[in-house]
């Protein structure tokens, strides 16, 4: 995975304004919608737990860090957490989900903190099912978790924190594949800069040199990197919101925790 670093945060600031879409099809399937969808008896329930497993696959380390910023530790932070996705994942657990769950985000963190309520209630030492619906690599976990600012952050913070670094993660990633589909690894890796906003070291005219372009190619390069960065962001986001308006507020929420964090 491409690693994030602080210099993304200008990347959603307000200076970069996000166009609306222009696939109005956007929410057709969507995964957050496409679980939501499971209550109705003419939806596939087996394609909408695929999808929560997707969403979960992408989002599992925000609610490790989660759990381990609460005080357990390592392998009771593994084992909680494996537990709730076991439990999250269960067919009839769908059938709870209702539309005005809202935002993915939320409902992934307010079903974790019921869990553990839960789980604390009944301070059982049931040794979970061992048939692991998961995947869930604890070891780069605890690596991951080792670098966290977890002194300066509340349990809720950290999880915020983890979510959108975890969405721009996604988002590179998924350029980054796309460039090298096409042949275009080096080209992706040299214009990275531009979408945080930064100012590259190089001159234009010696990047472009550099790739055996001219200058004005590189900068029509920079622009549609820039454009199709925003608009696999709001792909990304659309995944885990149920209203159009609602990627607008997950924009500005991004703000707010990048800039806070």
């Known amino acids: 995975n491409i690693s994030l670093s602080a210099p993304l945060v200008p990347l959603v600031s307000s200076s970069h304004a996000m166009p609306a879409p222009t696939d109005n099809d956007i929410f057709a399937t969507t995964r957050w919608t496409i679980v939501l969808g ?11 737990q695929s999808a929560l497993e997707e969403l979960c696959q992408t989002y599992w ?4 860090a989660y759990v381990r910023h609460r005080g357990h530790n390592p392998h009771d932070a593994e084992d909680l957490t494996q537990g709730f996705f076991e439990k999250l994942f269960r067919l009839q657990s769908l059938q709870t989900v209702a539309p005005d769950k809202g935002k993915f985000r939320a409902f992934l ?12 209630d009944h ?15 604890a070891q780069a976990a605890e690596s991951r978790y080792a670098l966290e600012p ?6 809720e913070n950290l999880y915020e924190r983890r979510w959108a670094l975890t969405l721009l993660d996604t988002v590179l990633t998924r350029l980054a594949e796309e460039y090298e589909a096409q042949n275009q690894a080096d ?10 906003g930064e100012k590259n070291t190089v001159p234009y005219r010696d990047l472009a040199a550099r790739l055996d372009m001219s200058e004005e190619a590189l900068r029509v390069a920079v622009f549609r990197l820039r ?13 885990t919101v149920s209203t159009k308006n609602e990627i607008e507020e997950e924009l500005n929420a991004l703000r707010k925790i990048l800039a806070a964090s």
Do not use: G, M, V
Request: net charge positive; proline share 4%; charged share 30%.
């Open 109 to 120: 963190l307010a079903s974790l903190k019921n869990y553990l309520a839960d789980q604390h």
């Open 123 to 137: 301070a059982s030492a049931q040794k979970r099912d061992a048939r692991r619906t998961f995947s869930l690599d």
């Open 227 to 239: 454009k199709r960065f925003r608009k696999t962001l709001r792909e990304e986001i659309a995944h």
């Open 61 to 64: 380390y925000p609610l490790y």
């Open 38 to 48: 499971a209550k109705n008896p003419e939806n596939n329930t087996t394609r909408a």
């Open 187 to 196: 080209l992706f890796n040299e214009l990275r800069f531009s979408i945080a």
């Open 150 to 155: 977890a002194d300066s952050l509340t349990p």
